[in-house]
Each structure stands twice: as C-alpha cells, then as structure tokens.
C-alpha cells in the first residue's frame, strides 16, 4: 500500500511524502519524498520495487524527471529498475554506487569477504551462512536489472529542479556512502537512514579498511554545521528539531562505547560475545532467542563500536586461532 501527502509548500516548491509499505517488521514503511518546482519533479528514494512507486507517481503526480537514492540498500534503490527502465536518470552517491557494481560484478567474492569478517570475529560458521541465506537485500541487488545505469554524483553535486537547487552531501555512516539531499535556501534536508526521528540508524562495519562509526558522527556533525530547520528521513516521523536529534543520537553512541567498555572488563572477548551482552531495544528476552537476521545486524553494529575504540586506542585485540579477542588497553 502507498498513501501519499503534501509536507512542505511555499511559492515555488513543493514536497510530497509517499509512505510505502515494505516487509521488514522493524521499519514496516519506507518515506519517498517528491520535490516539485515549476513542474519539475525529483523522486528521494524508490522503496523495494515489490509494489510500484513508479505506477503511484505517473498516477498520482504525473510522473517524476529525475530519481535519487540516498544509499544503497533494497529498501531505497529496489525500486529504481523501471524508472531506469524507461530511461529516467537515477542518482545516487558515487561511492555507494561503486559497492552496487563491486558486488555485481563478484557477488560471491563481497559476500564472502564479509562472512569472513564475522567468522574471524567469533560468530560460527554454520549461523554466519544462515545469516547471509535471510538476508535477501544482497541478492535483489545482484538480481535487479539495470542498476548498472545509476549515474553517481559528487558531495557539493547540484540537482537543479525547477527554480530549486538541491545539494548532494555524502553522509557515511549507516553506508560507507550514505547520502543527503539539502535545499540549503530553505533548510530543508531529506537524511535517508542517517537520521531517524525515533530509532538509531544502524551503523554496520561490512570492511574493516573503514571506521563506520567515526564516519557516521563526524556526518552528523556536517549537517549540525549545515544548519537544516527540518529533516525528512525516510522511515518514520518528520524531525523538526534537528540539532536536538543529532545530540541525541551522540550521546547513544557515546553511551555504547561506555556500555563496549564495560563489557571488556570481564576480560578479552570476540565480537559476537560482545553484541551477546549488549542492550538491544528488541522485543526478545535473550539473545538466544535473537533471529539469524537480527544476530547480523548486532553483530556488526559491535563491529563498528569495537573498530571506534580500537582506533581511538582504548582497546586492542588479538588472534587466536583464526579468531580475534578484544580486550581493554592497559
């Protein structure tokens, strides 16, 4: 089901906001936005493809000129094959791009490399390939077609719509790069996953070359210098206060190092036995009781917390037996 809304108007623009059911229980709807100006108009993120954004818009509002998608997850770029299909241009961050045709061109390699990181830091085999078999977003990637027409653009790139200049501003954190779109005029930014109203953005560590968490806040200190008035992400409320989220979303990650720390105190420990004993803001009692699918995701938010600490030189970790122990600096 899509229902769709006027959120912003003033002389030359226009924002509409589409709620797009999608089957993932934790989210249940994904926000597509569409900036409109003097008749033109550009679709923020095509939902999962599973229902058809692109139908609802030619019905709805006539059509779209231009796509972007803020990153690469199925949930945003799903949907982009058949406005590519009939020959719209879809965007989206350079980088983010990139990792869509990195893992095209050598599925089973990307994947692979990514098993190997959880493997090495102690989630077994056998439930590491349960992970990867549930979790479809790779795979729809590999399968769409012609998501190798996305054209990648630039941070600082503009979009001209109408009389509106919307500025692309690479965000990564939640992807290695995630991106934001600004109306800086207007102060008017649509933020993706990178700043949600009501739950924290899930920041994975899927390369160990990069720091995610370290990219992810020093992004949402980007956008605090940019300055937007209202964030449109794209699941859940619309943020009207942007800087107190920001904070916010600080201080929950600042108080996950603490609570990593605290966790290392008992001795060196694996990855998996520190997601294991994290605070997790989910329906079940115990992590025994945790999904293949939810295991993945705590698992590599653990990942991104320990890389932090690791680099900011508070922890260390070493090898035993083709698996790495983390442990506290003296």
Same mark, same amino acid.
């Given at each position: 089901?899509?229902?769709?809304?006027?959120?912003?108007?003033?002389?030359?623009?226009?924002?509409?906001?589409?709620?797009? +059911?999608?089957?993932?229980?934790?989210?249940?709807?994904?926000?597509?936005?569409?900036?409109?100006?003097?008749?033109?108009?550009?679709?923020?993120?095509?939902?999962?493809?599973?229902?058809?954004?692109?139908?609802?818009?030619?019905?709805?509002?006539?059509?779209?000129?231009?796509?972007?998608?803020?990153?690469?997850?199925?949930?945003?770029?799903?949907?982009?094959?058949?406005?590519?299909?009939?020959?719209?241009?879809?965007?989206?961050?350079?980088?983010?791009?990139?990792?869509?045709?990195?893992?095209?061109?050598?599925?089973?390699?990307?994947?692979?490399?990514?098993?190997?990181?959880?493997?090495?830091?102690?989630?077994?085999?056998?439930?590491?390939?349960?992970?990867?078999?549930?979790?479809?977003?790779?795979?729809?990637?590999?399968?769409?077609?012609?998501?190798?027409?996305?054209?990648?653009?630039?941070?600082?790139?503009?979009?001209?719509?109408?009389?509106?200049?919307?500025?692309?501003?690479?965000?990564?954190?939640?992807?290695?790069?995630?991106?934001?779109?600004?109306?800086?005029?207007?102060?008017?930014?649509?933020?993706?996953?990178?700043?949600?109203? +009501?739950?924290?953005?899930?920041?994975?560590?899927?390369?160990?070359?990069?720091?995610?968490?370290?990219?992810?806040?020093?992004?949402?200190?980007?956008?605090?210098?940019?300055?937007?008035?209202?964030?449109?992400?794209?699941?859940?409320?619309?943020?009207?206060?942007?800087?107190?989220?920001?904070?916010?979303?600080?201080?929950?990650?600042?108080?996950?190092?603490?609570?990593?720390? +605290?966790?290392?105190?008992?001795?060196?420990?694996?990855?998996?036995?520190?997601?294991?004993?994290?605070?997790? +803001?989910?329906?079940?009692?115990?992590?025994?009781?945790?999904?293949?699918?939810?295991?993945?995701?705590?698992?590599?938010?653990?990942?991104?917390?320990?890389?932090?600490?690791?680099?900011?030189?508070?922890?260390?970790?070493?090898?035993?037996?083709?698996?790495?122990?983390?442990?506290?600096?003296?």
């Amino acid at each position: 089901m899509i229902s769709g809304g006027v959120v912003y108007r003033d002389d030359e623009l226009i924002i509409h906001r589409m709620e797009v +059911d999608i089957p993932i229980k934790a989210l249940r709807r994904i926000n597509c936005y569409i900036v409109e100006s003097r008749g033109e108009k550009l679709l923020v993120d095509t939902g999962m493809g599973i229902e058809s954004v692109k139908g609802y818009v030619e019905r709805e509002y006539g059509g779209v000129n231009l796509v972007f998608a803020t990153h690469f997850h199925v949930d945003h770029v799903g949907g982009a094959p058949e406005f590519l299909e009939s020959g719209i241009d879809v965007y989206m961050s350079r980088g983010d791009i990139n990792d869509i045709l990195m893992l095209r061109r050598d599925p089973d390699r990307y994947i692979n490399y990514i098993k190997g990181i959880h493997i090495e830091n102690g989630v077994p085999p056998d439930l590491v390939e349960i992970m990867f078999s549930k979790h479809p977003g790779w795979w729809r990637l590999v399968e769409s077609p012609y998501l190798d027409r996305i054209k990648g653009l630039d941070d600082g790139s503009i979009l001209r719509v109408g009389g509106v200049d919307v500025q692309v501003v690479v965000t990564p954190g939640h992807t290695p790069n995630h991106a934001c779109l600004l109306i800086r005029d207007r102060g008017l930014m649509f933020v993706g996953d990178h700043i949600l109203s +009501d739950i924290t953005p899930n920041i994975p560590l899927i390369r160990w070359d990069i720091n995610p968490l370290k990219d992810f806040v020093d992004s949402l200190d980007k956008v605090l210098r940019l300055g937007p008035k209202i964030a449109y992400p794209a699941h859940r409320a619309i943020i009207n206060d942007v800087a107190g989220r920001i904070h916010e979303l600080k201080i929950h990650h600042r108080n996950r190092l603490n609570e990593v720390i +605290d966790i290392l105190r008992s001795g060196p420990q694996t990855a998996y036995e520190v997601a294991s004993k994290m605070t997790w +803001d989910v329906k079940f009692r115990e992590w025994a009781e945790f999904p293949p699918s939810q295991k993945y995701f705590a698992v590599a938010e653990a990942l991104s917390h320990l890389k932090y600490l690791l680099e900011d030189g508070a922890v260390d970790r070493e090898l035993r037996d083709g698996v790495y122990y983390y442990y506290l600096r003296e």
